[in-house]
């Protein structure tokens, strides 16, 4: 945003997050901060969520040994969390039911949200329609033309798409765009943000929505396997799939948590999204973190062959955890990420989403390396289905 007034209040993760917002945001995001605190007291609230989560959503999704992957690399077990099977194809769903909840609580009549693949465009779309509230979801046109089937179930749910052809036409202009809107439209608009970025409240909010992959797996993990993960896996684009899927580990030291970035096609600034090797600390969106950025704290573009881990900045805990050196983090490239999906397809019958195939490339690279009595946990994020356009391309699978 242009020239905000910088104001830094509570939801610091270490250095990392904070409030970074224009004056007229302030109210709305203490507004927000407030509900929330209420709703997290309120059993009634937990209760909704849970059954909406359970009878809705598909929860608790399996955790699935996959033995012919296991046999094929020959070390670790691999277990896949399969957060593709939720209603809407991907994790994004958990964090949409419980901000619809909240702004249903809090009166909003009218719903905005961004979107990059579409995914978290087609979630908000589902809860509005569920909830009977007016939905706006912003998009960059590149990202229209990439994912045009969400495009079209966003519009099939009733809601209205607004494409954004400002800076590079991907997803931090589309979150430009819905800071707009809610600025002009605060009192009667709640902001449904996607993933575990943005001022606080958000990356904490959005964070205890996705706890729940984390919650299960251990508990799953320990009735089939009577012990603890060596190692969870998973994509890091915002970061909210991977902080739901660590969070409960965190305390148990033993876990390697490993974050994927999007390598793409490359090293050089521009061709990937990998914000702990090729960037630095700064302020995007109203976090601070770690961003692509030039020498000039400038916003690099980014690239990566999946939507949704296309974005320059990652959520303020990831920051953290990496600093800490809690969690590690690696990237993979487009084409590792795009063998790992026809791996795993051939192996397990899944066609996982672009963005889930970086954490089973990273599962491809470690688990040779270990026992067979190592046990590695990935999130698989999403399901495949809306990438086909790009697998029908990168993978030759037109013709006759
Ligand atoms: C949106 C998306 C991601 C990236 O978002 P995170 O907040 O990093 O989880 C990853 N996988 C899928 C399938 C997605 O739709």
């Known amino acids: 945003m242009a020239a905000p007034a910088i104001q830094a209040v509570a939801g610091r993760f270490g250095p990392y997050g904070g409030r970074y917002v224009p004056e007229t945001l302030v109210a709305a995001l203490d507004e927000l901060d407030h509900a929330y605190a209420e709703a997290q007291a309120d059993p009634d609230f937990h209760l909704r969520l849970d059954s909406l989560l359970r009878d809705y959503a598909g929860r608790p999704t399996p955790l699935y040994f996959a033995s012919r992957l296991t046999e094929a690399l020959g070390g670790a077990k691999i277990y896949l969390k399969r957060e593709d099977l939720l209603h ?19 009166g909003k009549k009218r719903i905005i949200a961004e979107t990059g693949a579409g995914q978290h465009g087609v979630a908000t779309a589902t809860v509005c329609a569920l909830f009977g509230l007016e939905c706006v979801v912003y998009m960059g046109e590149e990202d229209m033309e990439r994912q045009q089937l969400n495009v079209y179930r966003m519009r099939m749910l009733g809601a209205e798409v607004r494409g954004v052809s400002s800076g590079s036409r991907t997803l931090k202009d589309a979150i430009n ?38 919650r299960e797996a251990r508990a799953q993990i320990l009735e089939k396997e ?47 999204a990998a914000r702990f090797s090729g960037g630095s600390p700064g302020v995007l969106q109203g976090t601070y973190s ?51 999906t026809l791996r795993l397809a051939r192996t397990e019958g899944i066609i996982p989403a672009l963005e889930s195939a970086h954490a089973i490339a990273e599962c491809i690279r470690v688990a040779p390396k270990m026992s067979p009595r190592d046990v590695v946990i990935v999130n698989v ?16 699978l037109g013709g006759r």
Request: with cysteine; aromatic share 6%; proline share 4%.
């Open 177 to 214: 765009e819905a800071m707009r809107d809610w600025v002009t439209n605060v009192r009667t608009t709640h902001y449904l943000l996607g993933s575990v970025l943005g001022a606080h409240p958000y990356p904490t909010m959005v964070r205890d929505f996705h706890r729940v992959i984390s």
């Open 290 to 340: 770690y961003v692509l950025q030039d020498d000039a704290g400038q916003i690099a573009l980014t690239h990566s062959v999946s939507a949704g881990l296309d974005y320059a900045s990652i959520g303020p805990e990831h920051a953290a955890l990496h600093d800490s050196g809690r969690a590690e983090y690696t990237s993979a490239t487009d084409a590792e990420a795009l063998d790992a």
């Open 226 to 272: 009577n012990r603890l993960p060596t190692a969870i896996i998973a994509c890091v684009g915002g970061g909210s799939n991977a902080i739901g899927a660590f969070y409960e580990f965190i305390p148990d030291k033993d876990v390697r948590l490993i974050g994927v970035e999007a390598g793409g096609r490359g090293p050089a600034l521009g061709d990937h």
């Open 88 to 106: 809407t194809g991907a994790h994004k769903i958990n964090n949409c039911l419980g901000q619809a909840l909240l702004a249903v609580r809090m």
């Open 381 to 396: 994020s999403g399901r495949g289905d809306k990438d086909m356009g790009i697998l029908v391309r990168e993978l030759q």
